[in-house]
């Protein structure tokens, strides 16, 4: 089931409201080579403060017509309520490739390995993520897009610094992708995030907003 909630979650009874704004620009570098480049700010606890900020570059390489790996870098601060800030620093690697077409409906994934330490702490942990994604248009021949996407978050090992061997979260997305001019797309929608902590878990309500720009 595409936009599934795992059990637990329906009885998480810890919840936020938040808005995230992620800027993505894409471009070729030469032949079948890309550079990609993210940067998005979360401000959460009802969207009223700046909770993580993330950037990340990243190298492209077309395997195909319709799969591209990507081998990149990301910096991620966050800045929680209860507790001290703290920075993170992933490598990641991941392609993205198609499943199926069904119709007009066109359905993606994207696999992903991330390596992730935090300053000061002294374990690398690693964290396996899933998405997959579908897409069909309003209108034939027009623009406008309606996208649904689900991504899980598999955490591979324990790390002294909190993430814990099992599944660490899961997002669930329903909007959709307009084109604002050549090369850009903006993509509103809502996403609920589930959280699996060792207490109480959370539920995100999450305003999401993507501008991506095609060079």
């Given at each position: ?18 808005q995230?704004?992620?800027?993505v ?12 480049a ?17 950037i ?17 870098y990301?910096?991620?601060?966050t ?15 991941h ?6 077409k069904i119709?007009d ?14 300053v ?5 942990a690693?964290?396996f ?12 021949g ?14 591979l090992n324990?790390a ?7 599944m ?18 903006f993509e ?21 907003v993507t501008?991506?720009?095609?060079l």
């Amino acid at each position: 089931m595409l936009l599934g909630v795992a059990p637990s979650v329906l009885a998480a009874q810890d919840h936020d409201l938040q808005q995230w704004t992620l800027l993505v620009a894409q471009g070729p570098i030469k032949d079948d080579l890309l550079v990609q480049a993210e940067i998005q700010p979360r401000l959460t606890n009802d969207a009223s403060r700046l909770g993580q900020f993330q950037i990340s570059p990243a190298i492209g390489y077309r395997v195909s017509k319709k799969a591209t790996v990507f081998v990149g870098y990301m910096f991620v601060h966050t800045d929680p309520v209860d507790h001290p800030a703290f920075d993170e620093h992933r490598i990641y690697q991941h392609v993205v490739f198609p499943v199926e077409k069904i119709g007009d409906v066109t359905v993606t994934a994207r696999t992903r390995m991330e390596a992730r330490t935090v300053v000061g702490a002294k374990d690398l942990a690693w964290r396996f993520r899933q998405q997959v994604r579908a897409q069909m248009p309003f209108e034939e021949g027009k623009g406008s897009l309606l996208v649904v996407w689900s991504e899980g978050f598999l955490n591979l090992n324990d790390a002294d610094w909190g993430p814990r061997e099992g599944m660490d979260r899961w997002r669930n997305f329903v909007g959709v992708s307009v084109p604002l001019t050549k090369g850009v797309m903006f993509e509103p929608g809502y996403l609920n995030q589930a959280v699996f902590r060792r207490g109480e878990d959370r539920l995100d309500h999450i305003a999401s907003v993507t501008l991506f720009y095609r060079l």
